[in-house]
C-alpha cells in the first residue's frame, strides 16, 4: 500500500467503504481513513464515520464535507440499506423527511420531493438516468437524496431535488466477496453477490450480480429481475487513473395500479369539500387482467471515467456514458368514469376500466468534464470548478389504446366482483406515436471561497442549450423547441467552530415545456417558456460527534408556469406552486452501541394561482404535511442486535383537484441480526409489525396502491 499516491486509490477505495466496514472479510473504514484516500469522482471524503453517516456528498462536484454544504442532503449508507433490507427507491423514501413515493403507475421510480413531482430526476455517478423504469440498489454504495433545485450541479429539473446513487468501486489492495440471499413470507426472494478482485499492484476488478423475483400480497403479482455490473479500474501512472464498467438490467414483472377510489352513486361525487378515501375491502384485488398487465426493460448502459492531475492543486475528470434501453408497458387498470365520461353511466356496485400499450425505446449518451483547481489569492482559499456537459437523448415511444368488445369502446363498465372479470379487448389502434430527439450543452462554473476560519462562499452558474426536436408521426406534425436558461447557485456559510454550520442559500432550476421525459411536445407548449423553480434555504449542520450529525432547514420553493392538471377530464391552466417547510434529520451513533436515523419534515404545499374552491387554494398533490420517520439499531453484543423503525405520514390529495384524500398511516419495521461468525450473518426484518391497513403511494384518484400487511425477509450473508 505504501507504494501507491494518496490519489491512486480514488477508483478502488471510496465509494464501497461502507461495505468494507460492514463486510466481516474487509478492513474497516477507520483503517481506510489511516491511509487517507480521498475520492474526487463520488465526492466522498472517507474517514472514521461509518455506519450510517456519510461524511460528503456529490452536491458540489467537490470534496466538500457535508457539514460546509449549504444545501440539505440526506445520505442512505450502504449499511443502512442492508440493516432495513431496502430494496427500491420507495423503500428509501420511506424514511427520508420531505420526501414521498408515488405508485408509477405500477412501471416506474416516481418521487415527490418538496411538493414537486418527477419521473427523470434521478442520477448515477452524478450523470443523468431519466428512463422510466425501477432501479435496484444491488451495486450501490450510498443513495444521496439533495433537496431543492439542483440545476447548477445537476442540469434540467431537480425543482423539488434529485436522487444520486453512488456505485460501488473496485479496490486495489484486498481481494473479497459477498453473497447473499433472501426470502419473504409472500415467497419473493433474491440473490446477491459482490465480488472484488486485484489483477495488479494499481489495478482491480469488481463484479456485482442480482437475480430476484417478486411476490406480494396482491393476487397475480409476479416477475423477476436480473442484474450484473462488471467494473475496472486502473492506475495507469501517479497521475492518470481510469474506470470502466458495464451494466445490464432485465427486468419483467406485473404491473398493478391499485385500487379505484370509494364507489359512489351517482349525484353523490367526490369533491373538495366532501373527498372520498380509497375503497376499501379488496386490499389483494388486481384491477386489471392478469398476464396483460405487464412491463419489461432491457437496458445496456456503458460508462467509462478518466482522470488526469495536472499537478496537486488542478486536476481533470471526464465521464463518458452510454445507455441502450428498451421499455414495454401494458395495463389494463381502473378510471373514474363519472367525471370523465358521460357516456358511461357506472353503479355503485361497477368499476369502470381502460387500458394501453406504451412502447419506448431510448439511447442515452452523455459526456461530462470538469476541471478542479484549489488554491489562494491572497488570504482566500479557493475550490474553483469549471465543467461543461454535452448529450444527445434519442427516443421512440408509441401508444395503442385498448378497445373492448362489448362497449366498442376504450372504456368499459363492468360488476365488482372479486376477482375483476374484465372482457374481451384488443389494442387495435396507435394513439400516439413519436420520435424525439435531444441534443443539449452545459456549461458551469463555481467557486467555493473561504474567508478566513469562519466564513465560506458559494456562488456558480450553469448555462444550458436544450435543443428538442419531435416528429409527431399520430399526428402529421414536426415540432421543435430551442431554450437557453442561466442557473445560479450562491450560499453563504458561517462556522463557529470547526463541526457548526450556519448556511443561507439560494438557487434556482428550470424545466423545458416537454416535461420530464421529452417525449412529445403540443403546438401551444412549444411556445410557451420552460418552468422555473427557486429555492431559499437557510439552515444549520451539527456534527455532534464525529458519528452523530443533526440537520435542520427552513425553506421556500416557488414553482411557476406550470401546466396544472384541474381534473379527469384534462382541463389545465398554467399555474405554479409554493412550498414552505422545515426539516430535521439526527444520523449516527448516540452510543457505542446504539445507530439511529430520525427525521420530521413539515410541507405546507399550496397551488397558486389556480382556480380555487370555496374560497381556499388547493393544496398540492401527494404532499403529507407531517412525515417523521425513526430507524435505530441497537448491538447488544458483538454478536446479537436489534432494529426498529417507525414511519409516519399525515393525509394527503392523491390529485390536483382535491377530491380524494389518503389517509394518514403509521407503519412499524422490526429487525434482528445474529453473526454466527466472522463470515455467516443471519438477519430478519419484519415489515409493518402491527399489520396496519395502509396507502404507501397513488399515482392518481383511482390508482391507489395498497400495503403490505405484516411479513417478515430472512437473509443470509456469507463474508469470504
Known amino acids: 500500500m505504501n507504494h501507491l499516491s494518496h490519489r491512486s486509490l480514488r477508483f478502488f477505495a471510496s465509494a464501497s467503504l461502507v461495505a468494507i466496514a460492514t463486510s466481516p472479510a474487509q478492513a474497516s473504514a477507520q483503517e481506510l481513513w489511516e491511509e487517507g484516500f480521498v475520492d474526487d469522482q463520488e465526492i466522498i471524503v472517507t474517514g472514521e464515520k461509518e455506519g450510517y453517516v456519510a461524511i460528503s456528498s456529490a452536491g458540489l462536484k467537490t470534496a466538500t464535507p457535508l457539514v460546509d454544504t449549504p444545501q440539505t442532503v440526506s445520505v442512505v449508507t450502504r449499511e443502512q440499506l442492508d440493516d432495513q433490507a431496502l430494496q427500491d427507491i420507495g ?5 427520508t423527511p420531505g420526501a414521498s413515493i408515488g405508485q408509477g403507475e405500477g412501471n416506474r421510480d416516481q418521487i415527490t420531493i418538496r411538493g414537486q413531482n418527477t419521473t427523470a430526476d434521478f442520477f448515477v455517478d452524478g450523470i443523468r438516468d431519466d428512463v422510466q423504469y425501477f432501479r435496484p440498489l444491488y451495486n450501490i454504495e450510498r443513495v444521496e437524496i439533495h433537496k431543492g433545485p439542483n440545476a447548477m450541479i445537476f442540469g434540467r429539473g431537480g425543482g423539488g431535488g434529485i436522487i444520486n446513487r453512488v456505485t460501488k468501486s473496485p479496490i486495489a489492495d484486498r481481494q473479497f466477496g459477498e453473497a447473499t440471499a433472501s426470502v419473504d413470507s409472500f415467497g419473493a426472494f433474491y440473490l446477491s453477490g459482490d465480488l472484488n478482485l486485484p489483477v495488479a499492484d494499481s489495478a482491480a476488478f469488481r463484479l456485482n450480480g442480482l437475480y430476484e423475483e417478486f411476490n406480494n400480497h396482491r393476487n397475480f403479482y409476479d416477475g423477476r429481475r436480473i442484474a450484473v455490473n462488471p467494473t475496472f479500474g486502473a492506475e495507469l501512472d501517479d497521475n492518470n487513473r481510469i474506470l470502466l464498467s458495464y451494466e445490464y438490467v432485465d427486468d419483467d414483472r406485473a404491473v398493478d395500479r391499485g385500487n379505484p377510489a370509494e364507489l359512489r352513486a351517482a349525484g353523490d361525487a367526490c369533491s373538495f369539500a366532501d373527498p372520498c378515501g380509497p375503497l376499501t375491502g379488496y386490499r389483494d384485488t388486481l384491477f386489471g387482467q392478469p398476464g396483460t398487465n405487464r412491463t419489461t426493460l432491457q437496458a445496456h448502459i456503458v460508462k467509462l471515467r478518466v482522470e488526469h492531475d495536472f499537478s496537486d492543486e488542478l486536476s481533470f475528470s471526464s465521464t463518458t456514458q452510454y445507455g441502450d434501453y428498451d421499455k414495454l408497458y401494458r395495463n389494463v387498470y381502473p378510471v373514474d368514469a363519472r367525471s370523465n365520461d358521460i357516456r358511461l353511466t357506472p353503479a355503485v356496485d361497477s368499476v369502470t376500466l381502460d387500458g394501453y400499450v406504451d412502447t419506448t425505446d431510448r439511447e442515452n449518451f452523455i459526456t461530462q ?24 437523448q434519442q427516443s421512440a415511444n408509441a401508444r395503442r389504446d385498448i378497445l373492448f368488445a362489448a362497449s366498442n369502446d376504450d372504456q368499459i363498465v363492468i360488476p365488482l366482483t372479486d376477482p375483476i372479470a374484465v372482457p374481451a379487448f384488443t389494442f387495435p389502434a396507435f394513439s400516439r406515436s413519436t420520435v424525439s430527439d435531444l441534443k443539449f450543452l452545459s456549461l458551469y462554473v463555481q467557486d467555493q471561497i473561504s474567508i478566513g476560519d469562519h466564513f465560506d462562499i458559494i456562488g456558480g452558474v450553469r448555462f444550458d442549450r436544450f ?9 402529421g406534425l414536426l415540432l421543435s423547441r430551442t431554450d437557453e436558461k442561466f442557473s445560479p447557485r450562491f450560499g453563504a456559510i458561517y462556522k463557529p467552530q470547526e463541526n457548526v454550520s450556519f448556511y443561507a442559500s439560494y438557487a434556482k432550476s428550470f424545466l423545458p415545456r416537454s416535461g420530464d421525459q421529452f417525449l412529445t411536445l403540443s403546438p401551444s407548449d412549444a411556445n410557451l417558456a420552460p418552468e422555473t423553480f427557486e429555492n431559499y434555504e437557510i439552515g444549520v449542520k451539527y456534527d455532534l460527534t464525529s458519528g452523530l450529525s443533526l440537520t435542520a432547514a427552513l425553506f421556500r420553493l416557488d414553482r411557476d408556469d406550470q401546466s396544472i392538471l384541474l381534473d379527469n377530464q384534462g382541463n389545465s391552466t398554467l399555474s405554479g406552486s409554493r412550498t414552505e417547510g422545515v426539516e430535521f434529520q439526527l444520523v449516527g451513533k448516540l452510543t457505542d452501541q446504539l445507530q439511529i436515523n430520525a427525521g420530521y419534515s413539515y410541507l405546507d404545499g399550496q397551488q397558486r394561482n389556480a382556480a380555487s374552491v370555496g374560497g381556499q387554494d388547493l393544496r398540492l398533490f401527494q404532499v403529507p404535511e407531517h412525515m417523521i420517520s425513526l430507524w435505530t439499531k441497537y448491538d447488544f453484543t458483538d454478536q446479537f442486535a436489534a432494529g426498529v423503525g417507525v414511519t409516519h405520514q399525515s393525509s394527503q390529495f392523491a390529485t390536483n383537484d382535491n377530491t380524494v384524500r389518503i389517509p394518514a398511516f403509521t407503519r412499524v419495521d422490526a429487525a434482528l441480526y445474529y453473526d454466527v461468525s466472522e463470515q455467516i450473518q443471519l438477519q430478519l426484518n419484519v415489515e409493518n409489525l402491527f399489520d396496519e391497513t395502509y396507502y404507501p403511494s397513488v399515482h392518481n384518484n383511482d390508482n391507489i396502491s395498497t400495503g403490505e400487511p405484516l411479513n417478515a425477509r430472512f437473509t443470509v450473508k456469507f463474508g469470504f
Open 369 to 392: 468534464g470538469n476541471l478542479l483547481w484549489t488554491g489562494e489569492t491572497g488570504a482566500l482559499g479557493h475550490s474553483l470548478l469549471l465543467g461543461y456537459e454535452i448529450g444527445q
Open 91 to 95: 423503500d428509501i423514501l420511506r424514511y
Open 467 to 475: 435543443d428538442l426536436d419531435v416528429n409527431d408521426i399520430q399526428n
